[in-house]
């Protein structure tokens, strides 16, 4: 008898508690008319963003009549801004997400919810083809990442709220997607708060793991932590077999060299990138890769160009003026 009268003391003030609705300010207004036009379930999100895009929100208590102020947890934060411009922008929040969710407070069952992965949505798929999720779940499932980590899934990387394409963006850079994808191992590597949610390892220095490499701030610039870290494989853009530390590329020659790693990893997109701006041919002459005894230098490289232009230049004005002081 104790336990049913717990049970429904506990659900009737659960059912007495609710959100405060957040001031609609005229800012925010013209912001949701804007996401409007990347979202057609803008409004229905506003019932979980009203919260979680804000760092406090109100619980209204109305059996007892009164208003707490909670702060809303760092991690789960989703802003508007980010949510509107990412990958999946077009989806509804319980589109992914148990209809429980629409209880407040949160039931324990939606919280612990299985979340769906990216081959659930995107695998066998043939118009997602062109993309290798079915390589890349393969890859997956063999990398430190999924065996040697419990619970460990795409989205502990790949955050499904604010998930930006680069490699495969068109319209991404080569440093930009180098510092986006760097910052994906960072935020778990190098921040011990989010690193021992994952595994009982002690805190381990980024900067004193890689003591060894030389000009470390170059390096961590210029390629990702990826092209050292995991098995290299040609039927993927994006490698995602993730090695045990001691199989990590160590010897420079595999990179700066004819051969190098990083022609069948990182400079794929480099490759396409000059290619697009370029053309074929001189995307392939102009590739920047820095390859002992065969660097090439940008400056003069443009510098080369123009004086072969001045030449040919000259050499026609010389033969133009030739023919008409003949006649």
């Not at 036009?37 to 009203?50: L, P």
């Amino acid at each position: 008898m104790k336990i049913i009268i717990s049970f429904l003391l506990t659900f009737f003030l659960a059912s007495s508690l609710h959100i405060a609705a957040q001031p609609d300010s005229a800012s925010l207004s013209a912001d949701l008319e804007k996401y409007r036009e990347a979202n057609d379930f803008v409004d229905e999100n506003e019932a979980c963003f009203k919260c979680h895009a804000e760092t406090k929100y109100v619980l209204v208590d109305e059996f007892f009549g009164r208003e707490i102020t909670e702060s809303m947890c760092p991690d789960k934060m989703v802003l508007r801004d980010e949510y509107y411009d990412m990958v999946h922008k077009s989806f509804a929040c319980l589109d992914c997400h148990a209809y429980e969710y629409e209880e407040f407070p949160h039931p324990l069952e939606a919280r612990l919810e299985e979340p769906y992965q990216c081959i659930d949505c995107h695998g066998y798929d043939e118009n997602y083809a062109q993309y290798q999720f079915e390589n890349i779940e393969m890859e997956y499932m063999e990398s430190v990442h999924a065996t040697n980590v419990d619970n460990f899934s795409c989205w502990n990387c790949h955050d499904p709220h604010t998930y930006q394409l680069t490699v495969r963006d068109e319209e991404s850079t080569i440093k930009e997607a180098i510092a986006y994808n760097n910052d994906i191992c960072l935020s778990c590597h190098s921040d011990f708060s989010r690193f021992e949610l994952l595994t009982d390892r002690e805190e381990i220095s980024i900067l004193d793991t890689h003591d060894w490499l030389p000009h470390q701030a170059a390096h961590f610039g210029s390629v990702r932590c990826i092209e050292c870290h995991t098995a290299i494989s040609d039927s993927t853009l994006v490698a995602h077999h993730v090695q045990p530390i001691e199989k990590a590329v160590k010897k420079c020659a595999e990179c700066h060299s004819k051969n190098s790693i990083l022609m069948a990893s990182l400079y794929k997109h480099e490759a396409k990138e000059s290619r697009k701006k370029y053309g074929f041919i001189n995307g392939v002459i102009l590739n920047e890769a820095y390859v002992i005894g065969a660097n090439r230098n940008p400056t003069l490289v443009t510098l080369t160009i123009v004086l072969f232009l001045l030449t040919l230049g000259g050499i026609s004005i010389h033969i133009i003026a030739r023919i008409i002081f003949k006649k």
